[in-house]
């Protein structure tokens, strides 16, 4: 759908999820792909709002990868912080359900 879209001027590369790490982290793995989306340019903002468009109506979470080492960078230390953060939230919110379920039984 991309490609046809931006008239064969995306790439766009899909890697399946690893089993092991989708098992470490309790995900379902049915249908479930990454995938890397290449833009021409820093000049291609038309087609990188067709590109968001499309994900955005599909439900499709995405993140930009800014083409400077320390943008970059900066981002993965805020998407760490959180997945940290979400991660803590499930954690709390497991306890809360455990401790739920004990109440009940």
Do not use: W
């Not at 994900?55 to 080492?69: A, E, K, R």
Request: hydrophobic share 35%.
């Amino acid at each position: 759908m991309l490609f046809r879209a931006c008239k064969s001027n995306v790439m766009v590369t899909f890697t399946p999820i690893d089993p092991n790490l989708a098992e470490e982290h309790n995900m379902p793995l049915e249908n479930k792909e990454n995938f890397l989306i290449l833009l021409p340019g820093e000049s291609s903002t038309t087609l990188k709002r067709k590109v968001t468009r499309i994900l955005d109506s599909l439900g499709i979470p995405y993140h930009p990868v800014p083409s400077q080492n320390h943008g970059i960078h900066e981002q993965c230390r805020t998407l760490t912080h959180s997945l940290q953060e979400n991660a803590q939230l499930v954690t709390m919110t497991r306890q809360e359900i455990v401790s739920l379920s004990e109440e009940f039984v």
